[in-house]
């Protein structure tokens, strides 16, 4: 009897630990860092929200459950970390008292939560309820202090997701970018708009996979999303390098390094795959002939577009296979709302027909 108490306490003493360096990894630690239970918790999450969502539902509808579990996932987490801490100490309380699992049970609940309406009498049952009643407050502190952190976070992102939508449009897009902004002259003068944005990627790569539940907290306005602002910048920085008659400039070049390396970074976060060494060749999501009637509208809108447009086509697909898989992936993981060349190529329910070619709809902006 003695050995399966011993093995018990030595159990519960590991559930504990086990637990605490979960909560050391998504609060304190300021890397990304793998916790399985983080993993389990959101995936289990996951499951219930897509049920309660259905799959064959409205996007609208989606996009509103969806609205939640960001922060449900994140107190779900919360509430598994003290569960467990309290089933751990049940453990070590019975294992060291001649009571049962139910006053064992009582007594971790009451230390845990500091209710204090079961004493512990003996020394050592004392010394495992001040510890437990510490873990429990440095819980609730950790968690207090890690909010404002996050949505410090959140905040500084939809800045720029929001202010996309006076340059991009509404779902944005790159060729509306573009022709906004040639339209105000500012296209060869983007210098400060490319280093903001690469200031951007290098942010959410960090917050991102520091805090990983900020990837699934949602815009306040429905029809904005990081991962589709993502997609568009880079895709018009891709545009900028390969395609458009200014002089050339690092600035784009930099903001498409950094953002193809910070989703990329998110994407390992997550398990998803994808290559790391692509050839310029590849296949891309992108047709040759999307390719072309964005070309053309923007060129019928009065943007700059160089001549050879073959190798127009083959500098732009260099530059966007690098980043083409993981955007689509993360937009699908996200379930980020529609926009060109995004989402609009991921689960069907995620589409929407474009009524409109894209020489009319850049002539209508």
Not at 181 to 203: A, K, Q, V, Y
Not at 316 to 334: I, P
Request: net charge negative.
């Amino acid at each position: 009897m003695m050995v399966v108490r011993l093995l018990v306490f030595v159990a519960g003493l590991l559930l504990v630990g086990w637990t605490l360096l979960s909560a050391i990894r998504t609060v304190v630690l300021p890397r990304s860092a793998q916790s399985v239970l983080s993993r389990v918790v959101f995936r289990g999450a996951s499951f219930v929200f897509r049920i309660i969502a259905g799959e064959k539902a409205s996007f609208a509808r989606r996009d509103r459950v969806w609205a939640l579990f960001g922060p449900v996932g994140l107190l779900a987490l919360a509430a598994v970390w003290v569960v467990l801490v309290e089933l751990g100490f049940m453990a070590m309380f019975w294992a060291v008292e001649d009571a049962g699992w139910s006053e064992a049970f009582l007594l971790s609940g009451s230390s845990l939560l500091t209710l204090g309406f079961a004493p512990a009498d003996t020394f050592g049952e004392r010394i495992m309820a001040f510890s437990e009643a510490t873990i429990g407050l440095g819980l609730v502190a950790l968690l207090i202090a890690f909010l404002p952190a996050l949505y410090s976070s959140f905040q500084r992102r939809e800045v720029k997701v929001g202010e996309l939508e006076v340059r991009a449009g509404t779902p944005p897009s790159a060729a509306v970018f573009l022709t906004r902004l040639n339209g105000i002259g500012r296209l060869d003068e983007m210098e400060s708009t490319w280093l903001e944005w690469e200031t951007w990627f290098i942010e959410i790569q960090e917050s991102h996979t520091s805090y990983p539940a900020l990837n699934f907290f949602r815009s306040p306005v429905p029809d904005h999303h990081w991962v589709t602002a993502a997609g568009t910048v880079l895709d018009a920085a891709a545009f900028v390098v390969s395609s458009v008659d200014i002089p050339r400039q690092p600035e784009p070049q930099l903001c498409l390094r950094a953002g193809f390396i910070g989703l990329r970074r998110i994407a390992d976060f997550f398990g998803i795959e994808y290559d790391a060494d692509p050839n310029q060749t590849d296949s891309i999501s992108i047709s040759r002939q999307e390719f072309d009637e964005v070309y053309e509208g923007l060129r019928e809108a009065g943007v700059p577009m160089l001549a050879d447009q073959d190798q127009a086509w083959i500098d732009w697909a260099g530059w966007r296979v690098n980043y083409d898989t993981v955007l689509l992936q993360l937009a699908e993981l996200t379930l980020a709302p529609y926009a060109p060349w995004t989402s609009d190529r991921s689960s069907p329910s995620h589409r929407q027909p474009q009524l409109k070619s894209w020489g009319k709809r850049l002539r209508s902006k």
